[in-house]
């Protein structure tokens, strides 16, 4: 069975950046909806960026965008995510998850939607 796995998280101070990756396994991540989640303590995991691989078209939420920015390298069958200029409401573990497109493309960006998911990554911001 494939999996994902994220790497990448770690402590940083407020203003730094982090770069998480996450790898495929015996799963492709071309033709997938891939999405980045995140869920801070006590809190529900939301999306924060998403692409489309098939023709990188990619989405964020507004807490993210202009900081975040989601990629792919088809080659190493790995999506990126390039945060910078975080803060401490950044806090919280870091998800990836895939999903293959439907008839009208990619779903609806809620965690309910994936089916593939990681373990998660641990990113800390401190102030």
């Known amino acids: 069975q494939g999996r994902l796995e994220e790497s990448g998280g770690g402590s940083v101070q407020a203003g730094g950046s982090l770069r998480l990756s996450c790898q495929a396994s015996r799963y492709t991540i071309s033709w997938k909806c891939v999405g980045w989640f995140r869920q801070a303590a006590g809190k529900e995991r939301e999306g924060i960026a998403h692409m489309w691989t098939g023709n990188s078209s990619t989405y964020y939420t507004d807490s993210v965008k202009g900081r975040f920015t989601i990629s792919q390298d088809y080659a190493k069958n790995t999506v990126y995510l390039q945060m910078n200029n975080l803060n401490a409401e950044d806090t919280a573990m870091y998800y990836c998850?895939?999903?293959?497109?439907?008839?009208?493309?990619?779903?609806?960006?809620?965690?309910?939607?994936?089916?593939?998911w990681g373990q998660g990554t641990q990113v800390t911001v401190s102030s």
């Open positions: 998850a895939a999903v293959p497109p439907g008839p009208l493309g990619c779903p609806p960006f809620h965690p309910a939607q994936y089916d593939s």
